[in-house]
């Protein structure tokens, strides 16, 4: 365990008083996963609407917002959009079945973007896949102007759709529901309806993997506390139904490579043809691609297909692959390992190794006329790229810490790492507690100085 220093011993003194605060807590937490709680993790600042059966009753969902629902088994939900005559609106719901529920490689969701007619303005379906295990999936609509079309573009209502689907003999629970609102301003010098055509062509070919020790960070559990990662070689562990979320920033004109590797493992035989699936989605939270890999215990990895530079005319262009990338901000990386190699190889964990490469210089972004809503969606900010700097530079021990500053290589640093995200609850101890660190810094300086 190492000395313990004064400074440890009021890391465990505020360690302990953070157990003691979140018992009661940690009980019910246990109770609730007992339970088949979701392992996904909602946005803090979801606002809970329930979805309506019909239109006439849907509520309303504003620009910037972050819902949560619930979406019932054969579900059809209505919610309501009220938009101007300029800006492009996109709508995503990710779906998310509890952990052991039964889905079929046909499950998924589908929505769908109306107007008052019935009329489809857009509309997208994602779905579970041969892995046949259940993960949160998403799926995106929108409502854009200037296109070649007149129908959506008239300023009023408009409805977003989402449809359940759900194949016979599969799941009879219900699953939750996180939609978001996001509102992309039109260009300023926008000119005639297909004016600006979709690249033809673009460098397509796949740059070597990085080399290099990779360097442990751990991915979030939702879209909401995705991990910011930049170019690198990042390391971690999933287990079986697990579902790992990493956001990177990718700016106009850059291109996105990503590779999965999947460590080998010590135990087990067999084969399953479906075990790891990493998904791209954009900003929007849009599905962009997916790459999926199997495996039979010995290490093996998955690359993206190569993309295109993120280009504003590439929302033109057809295909996922191509369309998808027509903005600059945070794409998600998320990564999930089948509940089948459980059976084969084990509970795990497994290593996880990212390869992420983000290459090309950046340009300007086109002259929108506003802010997006949330602001800076559609963009790559100061904060994004020092996000990604900084975890590029920490090391793994006893070097530059993720916040960019200096480590000591002691345990006291970690463990107050840990006691600042053990929760809400633990506020008053963790206060006390640096309180205490400080008075007693300062006395052993004023020691040393009287000495």
């Known amino acids: 365990m190492g000395r313990r220093t004064v400074r440890g011993a009021v890391v465990a003194a505020v360690l302990c008083a953070v157990v003691g605060a979140g018992a009661g807590s940690g009980a019910g937490s246990e109770a609730v996963a007992a339970s088949g709680a979701y392992t996904y993790a909602f946005a803090e600042d979801a606002q809970v609407v329930e979805g309506a059966a019909s239109t006439t009753d849907a509520v ?15 579900g059809r939900l209505y919610y309501r959009l009220e938009l101007d005559a300029t ?28 107007d008052t007619d019935a009329r489809s303005c857009s509309y997208d379906s994602t779905r579970f896949g041969a892995s046949r ?39 009879s629970d219900d699953w939750g529901l996180e939609l978001t609102y996001a509102s992309e301003p ?8 297909g004016a600006t055509p979709s690249p033809e062509s673009w460098d397509s070919a796949s740059p070597a993997p990085l080399a290099g020790d990779a360097v442990r960070r751990e991915g979030g559990a939702g879209f909401g506390s995705a991990t910011a990662v930049g ?137 929108y006329l506003g802010q997006s809503v949330p602001r800076d969606m559609f963009a790559v900010t100061d904060q994004d ?6 975890w590029a530079s920490g090391a793994v021990a006893g070097g530059t810490g993720a916040d960019g500053a200096a480590g000591s290589g002691g345990s006291g640093d970690a463990a107050m790492r840990v ?33």
Request: aromatic share 8%; net charge neutral.
């Open 231 to 367: 170019q690198g070689v990042w390391q971690d562990d999933i287990t079986p139904g697990e579902t790992l979320f990493y956001r990177v920033p990718v700016d106009w004109g850059q291109q996105l490579h990503a590779v999965a590797e999947l460590g080998s493992s010590s135990g087990g035989k067999g084969f399953v043809s479906s075990a790891l699936v990493m998904s791209l989605y954009n900003p929007a939270r849009g599905y962009v691609d997916d790459e999926g890999l199997g495996y039979d215990g010995r290490q093996t990895s998955a690359a993206l297909d190569p993309l295109p530079p993120v280009a504003y005319a590439n929302r033109s262009g057809v295909g996922d692959r191509l369309s998808g990338m027509r903005f600059a901000g945070s794409y998600y990386l998320v990564v999930h390992l089948g509940e089948q190699l459980k059976t084969r190889f084990g509970a795990g964990p497994y290593g996880l190794t990212l390869r992420v490469q983000v290459s090309g210089t950046a340009k300007d972004a086109p002259g």
């Open 419 to 451: 006691v600042a995200v053990s929760g809400i609850g633990a506020g008053s101890a963790l206060v006390l507690g640096l309180a205490l660190w400080t008075i007693v810094a300062r006395r052993r300086a004023g020691a040393s100085a009287a000495s």
């Open 87 to 114: 800006s492009n609106a996109y709508v995503s719901a990710t779906a998310v079945p509890r952990p052991g529920t039964t889905v079929s490689a046909s499950d998924g969701v589908k929505v769908t973007v109306q």
């Open 133 to 171: 295990s259940p993960h949160p999936v998403a799926a995106w609509a929108s409502r854009t102007t200037g296109g070649e079309t007149t129908a959506c573009q008239s300023a009023g209502t408009y409805y977003l759709v989402v449809d359940r689907i759900d194949s016979a003999g599969s799941s």
């Open 60 to 74: 309303q969902l504003e620009p910037g917002g972050t819902y949560r629902s619930t979406l019932p088994v054969n």
């Open 186 to 193: 039109r260009l300023a010098n926008e000119e005639a309806p």
């Open 385 to 390: 790229r020092q996000a990604a700097a900084g």
